[in-house]
């Protein structure tokens, strides 16, 4: 079991999702985000994979943990992750170019259904999103 962390942008009822070349398998779109290294709180390592991925740095006040739960990784059938999740609360202004780590990324609204998603945003980040939003 490993600890991941992701960071979900929010903007007009989408998500920001990323497609990782490590992921090509299943072919399916996540979250940015990644495995927690020895020695980082959940917050540290989310701030690290965004500022790895989009080239945005984050303060610790800018997140909030929303949700936690075990899953079977989106990049290895073989291996259970323990899932930290956390919006953060800053504005994406433009998508960044693809990477060695990223195939895609891409703005993908939460009443769609036209791409393959991880089970975590699938099972998880949207219902509750759907429910937050008809507050």
């Known amino acids: 079991m490993i600890d991941v962390v992701t960071a979900v942008f ?19 779109y996540t979250l940015i985000g990644g495995k927690v290294k020895d020695g980082e709180d959940y917050k540290t390592a989310i701030i690290r994979e965004v500022k790895e991925e989009l080239k945005i ?6 997140l909030d943990l929303i949700l936690e739960f075990e899953e079977v990784s989106a990049s290895d059938p073989n291996l259970k992750i323990n899932m930290h999740m956390f919006i953060a609360k800053r504005e994406v202004l433009t998508l960044p170019n693809t990477n060695e780590e990223i195939l895609d990324y891409r703005w993908y609204n939460i ?5 393959e998603l991880s089970d975590s945003i699938k099972n998880h980040l949207i219902p509750y999103l759907k429910t937050l939003l008809k507050k």
């Open 57 to 62: 740095t984050l303060t610790k006040e800018e």
């Open 111 to 115: 009443n769609d259904n036209e791409l």
């Open 10 to 28: 929010l903007k007009n009822n989408s998500i920001l999702l990323a497609k990782p070349r490590s992921s090509m398998k299943s072919n399916k």
